[in-house]
């Protein structure tokens, strides 16, 4: 059985010394590099080497004449259809991956970052696609917790590519064919290369990207360390998340700090784990240079209690010319907040003028959206040293609009239903009240099982007369 060995490194000197002890005739080498350590171990075996002049591709005449099988190992270089025609059996190779799972040259790395339990190494048969070929041979092995790529590689699948290679060798020479086993396209995954690279960056410019994260899916243990460890694979600074667990489902939105040049590797990554039954949707935000001669902080204050705090923090704003002034005109922004109980009452309460005979709550949804585009476009064009305290105001007034959207709108939005609106096409949901039908508070009327009330007897006004759901009624009065 004579063979042409194409690989490099360790991995394919490894390969070509254990074919050698298992009685294969290697009639040549080929290599990227003749300082190569498959080349270096060719020579001192008295091996013919062939060095590729383009180390992207084996051409024919880089295959030994009457070459029964190529085998490739560790190789980045695509054996040619020429290459491929000048041997019996053509060729063989080893990826390390369960096979169609992480197609690519990053396989190893791509385990550990979709968190697979289980990785594998294939035999298969070169082809015109990449790692597509039919599997001659399989093996698999568990992924230790917190195991690396690199270690992985060490441990389990560089040991078992040899056992592989050699067996599929064997079989081929006692029966002079190659078992072929077609790859099933269903569960094709890809392992496109990670780079990684070292930049420096101007002073004032933007070095971080931030990656807004939104996952959804079924709940279950482990889908923050999902998270959590492609993160980690990219230098990814876990800023700050929100999780909940509604009608059994986890939604969960992330923030993620990355350098700039892994924000869409990360994201890439991040959208794979939609094959895990995950929703991911993904904004990425640039973080904007601070002005020149300046820099963006970020201040949070957190301590025990005791006097004299408010005092000592105050001082040292104003040392570096922060005025008072200045925090208290943003502090004014929580108070759309802090009375927040007001607005409903106004909303149900006060008419708009204009607008209002369009419906009570539609008008003030009208007026919330114009206040928020005024206030953005605003705080958008408008340098805060010049103008500080009007975008204060606008910052006051996004706060307030953003309040009134939690008591109009917005309920229904962060439930995901549609109901809440009246509009052409929407659910009709609705309740029709009487507010000046009288009616009087009976026991025998009541519906809960206690009947003590201090209005029994009393004959108060407002009556619901209809409720509707989805345009039936369901009750009537």
Known sequence: MKLTLVGSRYFGATVFQAL??????????????????????????????????????VPGDAIADGTDLIVAAHTHARVSDEALARSRLRGIGYHPSLLPRHRGIAAVEWTILEGDPIAGGSVYHLSDGWDAGAIAAQDWCFVAKGETARELWERALAPMGLELLTRVVRHAAEHGALP?????????????????????????????TSLIVTAIGADRPGIVSLLSDRAQGFGANWAGSRMANLAGQFAGMVHFEVPAQNAEPLAQALRGLESSGLRVVIAKVEAPPAPAGRRIVKLELTGLDRPGIIRDLSRSLAQHGVTKSAVTAFALTFLAYNFKFLWAPLVDNVRLPLIGRFGQRRSWLWLVGVLVMAAVAFLGSTDPAGALYLVALAAIVLGLAATLARITSDPARVLGVGSGRLAPGAPADLVLFDPSAPFKVA????KSQGKNTPFLGHELAGRVRYTVVAGKVVYEQ
Do not use: C, W, Y
């Open 20 to 57: 050698l002890k298992d009685g294969a005739e290697i009639a040549r080498v080929v290599a990227p590099a003749a300082d190569d350590r498959l080349a270096v171990a060719a020579q001192s075996a008295a091996v013919p080497v062939h060095i590729l002049e383009n180390p992207k591709t």
């Open 180 to 208: 072929a086993h077609p790859q099933d396209e269903r569960f094709a995954t890809k392992a496109p290369m990670i780079r990684r690279t070292i930049s420096l960056s101007e002073e004032g410019k933007a070095v971080a």
């Open 443 to 446: 026991a025998d009327t009541l």
